[in-house]
């Protein structure tokens, strides 16, 4: 099996896969939303604590695997650079005492590869990444060959949920908050701008659009919950239809038979019924992973893990850094 451990940003987790048949053996993750949401966001220095208490915990219920792990993965890039090293720092004392090879992971690799948890890669595909740290459009055919296509200039489509939440109190993470109440709102009623629709840039922003939100509150005197339902609605049409604008654009330019959605964002349900209408008009076969596997979670960086396994492409203790501003290529 490969051990995986995930700690980029607020979840604690590890993995457990069978190398043979990808079989998933062992999957736990500790959430620290409820510690960040008073803050209304992550703070660096108090995950990292909670990192240090959640992932011995969860290795304590692993142990009974120990004996068939041959390798162990882990995520040393891109995240924060506090909370990475908590999981590489327990890599680093697995492969000691276990006496096996080390495998570093980039967090997106291992959104991309949250498609094919218990399954074989199903390659090429063109994949939309939104997550709470990034917004890009990947040109994928394998695990080492993978091609940004577009990117974000400022925020990225998760973190702009995030924020707008945030302008309004209502806590963290915003994605899912946003979601709920934008099903109670009227999303035709604040006319927020559709970022970069005048430009035919491949590119993403949602600085703009956060600020669009920022001045309508900042117009109202008093929120009423129809309000605030309105403002999440309205922000949330303008905010996928960026999305989907861009990304059509990659259609016209790249042609893909084969599409996926990955990162935590991707969970949105109106985000997946929209990009599914405009996949079936174009005839494009459509992809997600299952929506427990949207979120940062150690299941894909031991999928992730087992393609690296195969190429032998394994890293020194001392050469595994952690890598905080990392990207693809």
Do not use: W
């Amino acid at each position: 099996m490969i051990l995986a451990i995930e700690s980029s940003c607020d979840d604690s987790s590890i993995a457990l896969t069978r190398i043979s048949d990808y079989k998933l053996v062992f999957h736990k993750k500790i959430s620290q939303e409820l510690a960040h949401s008073e803050y209304g966001g992550v703070v660096p220095e108090l995950a990292s604590r909670l990192h240090a208490e959640a992932l011995p915990k969860i290795l304590e219920e692993a142990k009974g695997f120990l004996h068939q792990v041959k390798a162990i993965a882990v995520t040393n890039e891109p995240g924060l650079s506090v909370t990475l090293m908590e999981g590489v720092m327990m890599a680093k004392a697995l492969h000691l005492a276990l006496n096996v090879p080390l495998i570093g992971v980039n967090h997106l690799v291992g959104h991309i590869y949250s498609l094919f948890i218990e399954q074989e890669e199903k390659l090429p595909k063109m994949v939309l990444l939104v997550s709470g740290g990034h917004t890009m459009i990947l040109d994928v055919r394998g695990y080492n060959d993978m091609k940004v296509l577009a990117t974000t200039l400022d925020d990225s489509f998760g973190e702009s949920f995030d924020k707008v939440a945030k302008m309004m109190g209502l806590g963290y993470p915003g994605g899912p908050i946003i979601e709920k109440l934008a099903r109670k709102g009227d999303e035709n009623r604040f006319n927020f701008p559709v970022p970069l629709s005048k430009t035919n840039k491949l590119a993403f922003s949602y600085s703009g659009l956060k600020n669009a939100v920022r001045l309508t509150l900042s117009e109202m005197e008093k929120l009423s919950q129809q309000d605030i339902a309105d403002i999440a609605a309205s922000f949330q049409k303008a905010a996928i239809a960026h999305l989907l604008q861009k990304t059509k654009k990659a259609f016209d330019l790249y042609h893909p038979k084969e599409f996926a959605i990955v990162g935590g964002a991707s969970a949105n349900l109106r985000l997946r019924e929209e990009f599914i209408k405009e996949c079936e008009k174009r005839g494009i076969a459509i992809s997600f992973a299952l929506l427990e596997f949207c979120a940062d979670n150690a299941a894909m960086i031991a999928r992730a893990g087992i393609e690296a396994y195969k190429r032998g492409e394994f890293i020194a203790m001392e050469d595994l850094k952690v890598l905080p501003r990392s990207c693809l290529t």
